[in-house]
């Protein structure tokens, strides 16, 4: 059965500190999807990416970082120079490759950011 | 813009009383899933339709129905709502064969009082 662990439940931090959001995932598959997605107050998913599991470079987009290690099983997330903005519930999610993409979520974490 | 519509954002029901949330998309994709939020957890998959194709998960309760007339809309239907069904209820919608993400709506907010 495939499983997804974020260990850390919510994280407060000052405006500008760089964080780190972990994550951990269980599956028998060999090829799969791994995601992340943003969900503010409001409360719409937003899709931040997504990796296959034979891909495991990582990844920089602006202030948001990803490292994929296979060998752990961990896919974690960085955001440097912390905004108000980014404040929100993060989720990590692993999909199967086939069929229809059923996402399976760790429960979240709560990122404050104080200014 | 193309995007994943829910209507309403908010839905207050009676306890018993039945309800149905409503989820179009004008992103022409062949999948459609409802998840149910509860709050402070993580989505979970209640269903979903690849095409016509209806795929329901083995815990989902009986009293969750969902119908898919056409592409473009998919409907929840609680035949019963109990106060453990209030929750955020996410439509999303994804293209295949090409394996890509899942795009989300806003949400409906369900009370049940």
């Known amino acids: 059965a495939q499983k997804v662990t974020q260990a850390q439940t919510e994280i407060s931090v000052v405006e500008k500190e760089d964080v780190t959001l972990d994550c951990v995932y269980e599956?028998?598959?060999?090829?799969?999807?791994l995601f992340w997605y943003k969900q503010p107050p409001s409360g719409e998913l937003v899709f931040l990416i997504r990796r296959n599991s034979f891909d495991e470079q990582n990844e920089i987009s602006g202030r948001y970082s990803w490292n994929f290690q296979k060998s752990t099983s961990s896919f974690n997330f960085t955001i440097t120079a912390s905004q108000v903005v980014d404040s929100a519930v993060y989720f990590c999610a692993l999909s199967e490759a086939g069929g229809a993409q059923k996402l399976v979520f760790g429960q979240g974490t709560r990122l404050t950011i104080n200014p | 813009d193309a995007m994943v519509i829910q209507n309403p954002r908010y839905q207050v029901t009676q306890f018993g009383k039945p309800v149905t949330l409503s989820c179009s998309q004008t992103?022409?994709?062949?999948?459609m899933y409802w998840y149910q939020q509860k709050s402070s957890q993580a989505p979970k998959l209640l269903f979903h339709y690849y095409d016509k194709d209806f795929n329901n998960e083995a815990d989902t309760p009986d009293n969750f129905q969902s119908r898919r007339p056409n592409t473009s809309f998919c409907f929840l239907d609680i035949r019963s709502p109990g106060l453990g069904d209030a929750a955020m209820y996410l439509c999303?919608?994804?293209?295949?064969?090409?394996?890509?993400?899942?795009?989300f709506g806003p949400g409906t907010r369900l009370t049940v009082l």
């Open positions: 999303a919608t994804s293209r295949r064969p090409v394996d890509t993400e899942q795009f």
């Open positions: 992103l022409n994709h062949n999948v």
């Open positions: 599956t028998r598959d060999t090829t799969y999807y």
